[in-house]
């Protein structure tokens, strides 16, 4: 990677962009084919994908520039169909490179396993029953997924709770082994669920209770991704406010979702917009990362802030984030989907841990993104400006005319469909 700084990208048309990515990433003709035909993803390999296809659906591929993290240019692939967010995430990103860049880092890639047992005769005794028989458990869980031990992985621990245990629960009792799977660049869901129904009749057989539900937690707290950036105030200046204040006024909207969960969602959905994008665009699981996320938004009691945001003892502004990050460089789509395998290429990644950093200092720069807007002209001023040429496209505009009735919209401050058609038909005339 040469950098992933390229200004006046957005300038160019196109083809342009893709010749100069080329040079860029030294890709030579062949790798950028899947982006240059109409249907990268034939019907075919869909249709081995999932059930029922009848086609495929498509989405914008843009490019987040700019990115430093831990020292490594980044170029990174964004599918999302909602304006601004490539433009506001690469505009974030380079201010955060003008102060060193992102740092990142991320736990072991730890993966959850659950059976559920119900009916035991007695909790306590099945409870210590299964931790006698730990090490066989966790032998027969590898014994089911060989080949991701060989790749150094696999289970290496469990631990067994009892729900319910109050009398006055309105549910009854049920004991919960969770398994902990070391899933490598894998996401991890087919590896975990082959071993809970492995071992499932061996808990069943120990505990004297019936198992029902085995499958894999999506609550993935024990692989965890962080991201932080550093800015001095003098960055983050722009029109008639200071860098101070808006320093201020992105830590004050820190302090509202933090209290309020009301703002949290949609503060929060924000923070998903970066991090939605890229893991898609890598034929990563979202629904997974998603759900993930905003259980760990909840963890404490309430649901809060997947940021943080606040002025340190210098007067930097100070951002950090850590989430769940369930992600994979291998198996899925990631494998058989030519635009995820691409975007993994294009952003030189080496594997799933590096992928998980990568994708949550998209999520602290999109969420600084709104924030820096909120706190100074108002969320609508730059993302009503790229809206409008959406809006002139579904009121039949083509070609020029496109930025043309884009601006006028922009210009006279009215940004709808009925207004986009008149101007179209007074263009035609």
Request: net charge negative.
């Amino acid at each position: 990677m040469k950098s992933s700084r390229i200004p006046g990208f957005y300038n160019l048309s196109v083809e342009q962009r893709r010749d100069l990515l080329k040079n860029v990433l030294d890709f030579s003709s062949e790798d950028l084919d899947d982006l240059c035909i109409n249907q990268p993803l034939s019907t075919e390999t869909a249709d081995k994908m999932i059930e029922n296809v009848i086609g495929t659906f498509q989405l914008p591929l843009g490019l987040g520039l700019n990115f430093l993290v831990n020292g490594k240019e980044y170029v990174i692939p964004m599918a999302i169909e909602e304006a601004s967010v490539v433009a506001s995430a690469s505009h974030i990103a380079k201010i955060v490179r003008s102060a060193g860049g992102f740092q990142t880092n991320a736990t072991e890639r730890i993966m959850i396993g659950q059976i559920q047992v119900i009916g035991c005769p007695n909790y306590q005794v099945a409870k210590q029953d299964l931790l006698d028989q730990k090490e066989s458990l966790i032998k027969a869980a590898n014994a089911a997924y060989p080949s991701i031990v060989n790749r150094g992985g696999g289970a290496g621990d469990l631990d067994i709770r009892i729900l319910n245990e109050e009398s006055n629960s309105k549910y009854g009792q049920m004991l919960v082994l969770h398994i902990y799977v070391d899933t490598r660049d894998a996401m991890g869901a087919n590896i975990i669920n082959t071993m809970v129904e492995a071992i499932a009749p061996i808990v069943e057989e120990i505990t004297k209770g019936k198992v029902y539900l085995r499958i894999l937690s999506n609550f993935a707290d024990k692989c965890l991704a962080r991201a932080r950036c550093v800015i001095p105030p003098d960055l983050l200046a722009t029109g008639d406010y200071s860098g101070e204040e808006v320093r201020d006024g992105v830590v004050h909207a820190y302090e509202f979702a933090e209290s309020d969960p009301y703002r949290a969602v949609t503060h929060n959905k924000g923070i998903m917009n970066g991090i939605d994008p890229v893991v898609i665009a890598t034929g990563n699981d979202w629904r997974a990362v998603e759900a993930g996320a905003h259980a760990y938004a909840s963890r404490h009691g309430s649901y809060g802030s997947m940021t943080k945001w606040f002025k340190d003892e210098n007067g930097n502004l100070v951002g950090e984030i850590e989430l769940p990050m369930s992600v994979g460089t291998v198996g899925g789509a990631t494998r058989v989907h030519p635009l995820a395998k691409l975007s993994l290429s294009i952003m030189d990644i080496k594997s799933a841990k590096e992928l998980a950093q990568v994708i949550v200092a998209v999520g602290l720069a999109q969420n600084l993104g709104a924030l820096k807007a909120l706190a100074t002209d108002g969320i609508q001023k730059g993302h009503m400006a790229l809206h409008s040429r959406s809006v002139a496209i579904a009121a039949g505009a083509s070609g020029e005319m496109i930025d043309i009735i884009a601006e006028k919209l922009i210009e006279q401050k009215e940004i709808r469909v009925g207004k986009a058609k008149e101007l179209v038909e007074m263009y035609k005339k």
